[in-house]
């Protein structure tokens, strides 16, 4: 029998996105679309999903699966970078009579937009998993379809509706664990930086919302600015299942606010230790709500990695971009961090026309404290405001935003911001420079030869240091 829903996470082409700097990119699993099919498939929803890139599937092998399934709805989890691919599967769905719902960030942030294309019939706005859930119980009552909280879709005329939108979900452990089940768990990769690289590895969510004010995050649209956290006990019975049952040796906690609740990490590593689970464990980081102590407590249960936004090393950019961080602070919570023995990740931008400033100058600050701060890993991307945050509105209004194609919104091989005295190919060099000046330091080589491990970990680097260095 036929399933009545198809979820499908379409093909990133990440070699388009990174070039040949994918090899140093993991693989991660759709967040929300595992949580979305736990949720339909607890509440009798018969469904499949398809994650694409770790099965190494096409845009025409998912064309071929969708001809052969013919499900009654498709739904597609959509980024500003995966537009165009989207509405390529999305046209072969409408060809066998499935509707099309898109969902995720990019259509939750410019529905009208979206909503303008022909085979697209319906996007859920942020969460989906009530809405989603009342569509597919109203598949045949087209009215009371069109009065779901968080929908929007097109009337008969073309026009288009934005119904009114729903609650969050306050209580997240009301939420049935994700669908791991649904999954490849064994194709999944972290970044190359991890130390380690143990296999199986999974990224997981623990929260939803952010309190912090970042101008160029679109992350409230979908969640919120309310912090809204899985309970210690939530966060340690999903570990425990992803262990035990998936046989998961490396976690990776992805969601922005992980550490913001210092009593919630400290009883997660507790539960690791107690349990004496043999887990490597990363997670993402804020400079201003580290301590040593906690750092301490996190390397004991197995924390390998931390990545930390730095963004810039120019004051002026960090409080241009609301970061509410110091350089100073960022130093005190890198010196921390180091001396607890957990290896550092660091994020950092370049290329904002914002605030006016000798823009050279301004990038230089940035590499120079890379260089500063010598972390295990440093990855540097040109700014890319995506549609949803402040600062794609800015630029938009101050005409810094060259509208490229979605699919130039990849932060690494073209630059969809104007930014005044320099062509999009200058900035280019400048990012391919930054990295080959960053890691051919004889700094930095010591100090990564002394924390190889094994001559696998060895050619591994060699193999991401060859695609960078050619980029």
Not at 111 to 124: F, G
Not at 284 to 293: A, K
Not at 434 to 456: D, H, T, V
Request: hydrophobic share 40%.
């Amino acid at each position: 029998m036929n399933k009545k829903l198809l979820l499908i996470n379409p093909p990133w082409r990440l070699k388009e996105i990174y070039g040949k700097r994918v090899i140093a990119h993991g693989i991660f699993p759709p967040h929300g679309m595992v949580s979305l099919a736990s949720y339909l498939r607890e509440k009798g929803i018969d469904l499949d999903l398809i994650d694409a890139d770790p099965l190494g599937y096409s845009v025409e092998d998912i064309k071929k699966i969708i001809l052969e399934k013919r499900p009654e709805v498709v739904g597609l989890t959509v980024t500003t970078s995966t537009f165009k691919i989207a509405y390529d599967i999305a046209k072969v769905a409408k060809e066998t009579g499935s509707k099309v719902v898109f969902g995720g960030v990019h259509p939750t942030t410019v529905p009208k937009d979206v909503l303008k294309y022909d085979n697209v019939d319906y996007i859920i706005l942020g969460e989906g998993e009530e809405a989603f859930y009342e569509f597919m119980q109203n598949l045949e009552n087209e009215e009371k379809i069109k009065e779901i909280k968080n929908l929007a879709y097109k009337k008969r005329d073309g026009s288009v509706v934005i119904n009114e939108k729903r609650p969050y979900i306050e209580d997240l452990d009301s939420l049935p664990l994700p669908a791991w089940d649904l999954l490849p768990i064994n194709k999944y990769k972290p970044y190359a930086g991890q130390p380690s690289q143990k296999l199986p590895f999974i990224s997981v969510f623990t929260s939803r919302g952010c309190p912090f004010d970042c101008l160029y995050c679109e992350t409230k649209i979908m969640c919120g600015k309310k912090p809204r956290l899985h309970s210690a006990e939530r966060v340690c019975e999903e570990i425990g299942i992803l262990y035990n049952k998936f046989k998961v040796r490396n976690i990776m906690f992805f969601d922005d606010i992980f550490i913001i609740n210092r009593e919630r990490v400290m009883k997660v590593c507790d539960y690791i230790l107690d349990n004496k689970l043999k887990l490597t464990w990363s997670c993402l980081g804020r400079v201003n709500y580290v301590d040593l102590e906690l750092l301490k407590k996190m390397k004991k249960s197995g924390c390998e990695i931390i990545s930390y936004g730095i963004e810039s090393g120019d004051q002026d950019v960090l409080n241009f971009y609301r970061r509410n961080t110091s350089l100073d602070q960022i130093r005190k919570a890198i010196k921390l961090t180091k001396k607890a023995g957990i290896a550092i990740r660091a994020f950092f931008m370049i290329g904002s026309p914002l605030p006016k400033r000798d823009i050279r100058k301004s990038i230089k600050k940035t590499i120079d404290f890379a260089k500063e701060l010598n972390t295990d890993s440093m990855y540097l991307s040109i700014l890319t405001p995506f549609p949803g945050s402040e600062m794609y509105d800015l630029f938009i209004k101050e005409n810094f935003i060259d509208k490229s194609e979605w699919l130039d919104f990849t932060m690494f091989k073209k630059s969809i911001v104007k930014v005044p005295g320099l062509s999009q190919e200058e900035l280019a060099q400048i990012l391919n420079d930054a990295y080959r000046e960053y890691y051919l330091r004889p700094k930095y080589i010591f100090k990564m030869l002394g924390k190889l491990r094994s001559p696998k970990q060895l050619f591994f680097y060699l193999k991401a240091s060859i695609a960078v260095f050619s980029s």
